[in-house]
């Protein structure tokens, strides 16, 4: 883990990250984003893979959303109420159901 300080310092005297960015290191950081996207790789795993990069990202667009909307991520969407979220999406798409 030597490298890390010495790429930081060149980064800062390169100028390509500025000079007050701090380097966190923690080992537990990776664990908090696999974490989040445990259910990406659980939905995607069975549709082995995708054709172009542009379906990937769009799919993988529409997933984060749908999470973050259960989540109650979204202003206006309480976390675990099935009827904002339906109200919600309904706007969105000017659907009725």
Known sequence: MAAYPVAIGTLKEEETI???TKLRQSKYLNNVIE???RNIKRIVKPMMGFKTFNTARRTL???EVMNMIRKGQV???KPGDKMSRVKFIEAIFEIAA
């Open 35 to 37: 974490q989040a996207h």
């Open 75 to 77: 202003k206006g969407v």
């Open 61 to 63: 667009s529409g997933i």
């Open 18 to 20: 500025g000079a007050e």
